[in-house]
């Protein structure tokens, strides 16, 4: 199933950061028992999924938040949260290396659901539209349940806010072709497809769900 994306959740916000070892339980703590809800509970967020690369050299994080739409990034609620960080968000945006953040809309998707294995391949602006030709044949390859490219509104990822400036590399991009797939196998083929879109310094990696929150689990403690 093929579509592009106009309806709920129409838009997302993705985010990378490495953590060394002795931070990572604090880390985890915090996204997990604090971050999370906090996000999830503003207007426009809908849910969010917590990933982990299969490194062995970095402890390295992968959160996707889904939106209503592009839109959310520059919303007032939203805003209002990333000009006021909580002490526990203060004490840990300036030990986050590596960061990478980007937010925008899901331009084209194919498949249902999601899975526990994803591959985000960061994308040049040069190869947005490449990409999104093999939306529909990645996703109808053997084991793959699902693919989606977005694409990042620089506008809306670039405004300057409190909690930005307590982070010292910040990044951003400008898409994602994010493959999900049933099992490591399943993701051989549709890497090898997406290869010539994969930009070189940025090999893809894969991912591991280890966390999930939606906005229907907070019941009451949503905002709006």
């Known amino acids: 199933m093929?579509?592009?994306h106009t309806g709920s959740g129409a838009g997302f916000l993705a985010i990378w950061s490495d953590v060394t070892a002795e931070e990572e339980t604090d880390y985890l703590h915090w996204l997990t028992r604090e971050h999370a809800a906090e996000r999830v509970g503003i207007e426009g967020f809908l849910g969010v999924r917590v990933f982990r690369a299969r490194l062995r050299q970095a402890?390295?994080?992968?959160?996707?938040?889904r939106l209503r739409d592009a839109s959310v990034m520059a919303s007032a609620g939203y805003l209002a949260r990333l000009n006021a960080p909580t002490p526990w968000s203060s004490r840990i945006m300036p030990i986050l290396k590596n960061f990478a953040r980007g937010g925008g809309a899901v331009l084209a998707e194919t498949g249902q659901g999601s899975s526990g294995l994803v591959a985000p391949i960061v994308l040049g602006p040069e190869v947005m539209d490449r990409a999104g030709s093999m939306v529909q044949a990645i996703g109808a390859l053997d084991r793959i349940t699902a693919c989606r490219l977005l694409a990042v509104d620089a506008a809306g990822t670039t405004i300057r806010t409190a909690e930005k400036g307590l982070r010292a590399d910040d990044r951003s991009f400008?898409?994602?072709?994010?493959?999900e797939a049933l099992d490591e196998q399943g993701?051989?083929?549709a890497l090898a497809r997406a290869a010539t879109v994969a930009a070189a310094a940025d090999a893809p990696l894969l991912y591991d769900q280890v966390f999930?929150?939606?906005?229907?689990?907070l019941g009451g403690q949503a905002a709006g």
Request: no cysteine; charged share 30%; aromatic share 12%.
């Open 2 to 4: 093929m579509s592009t």
């Open 59 to 65: 402890r390295r994080y992968f959160i996707l938040y």
């Open 174 to 179: 400008a898409g994602l072709l994010l493959i």
């Open 187 to 189: 993701l051989g083929e």
């Open 212 to 217: 999930t929150l939606d906005r229907r689990d």
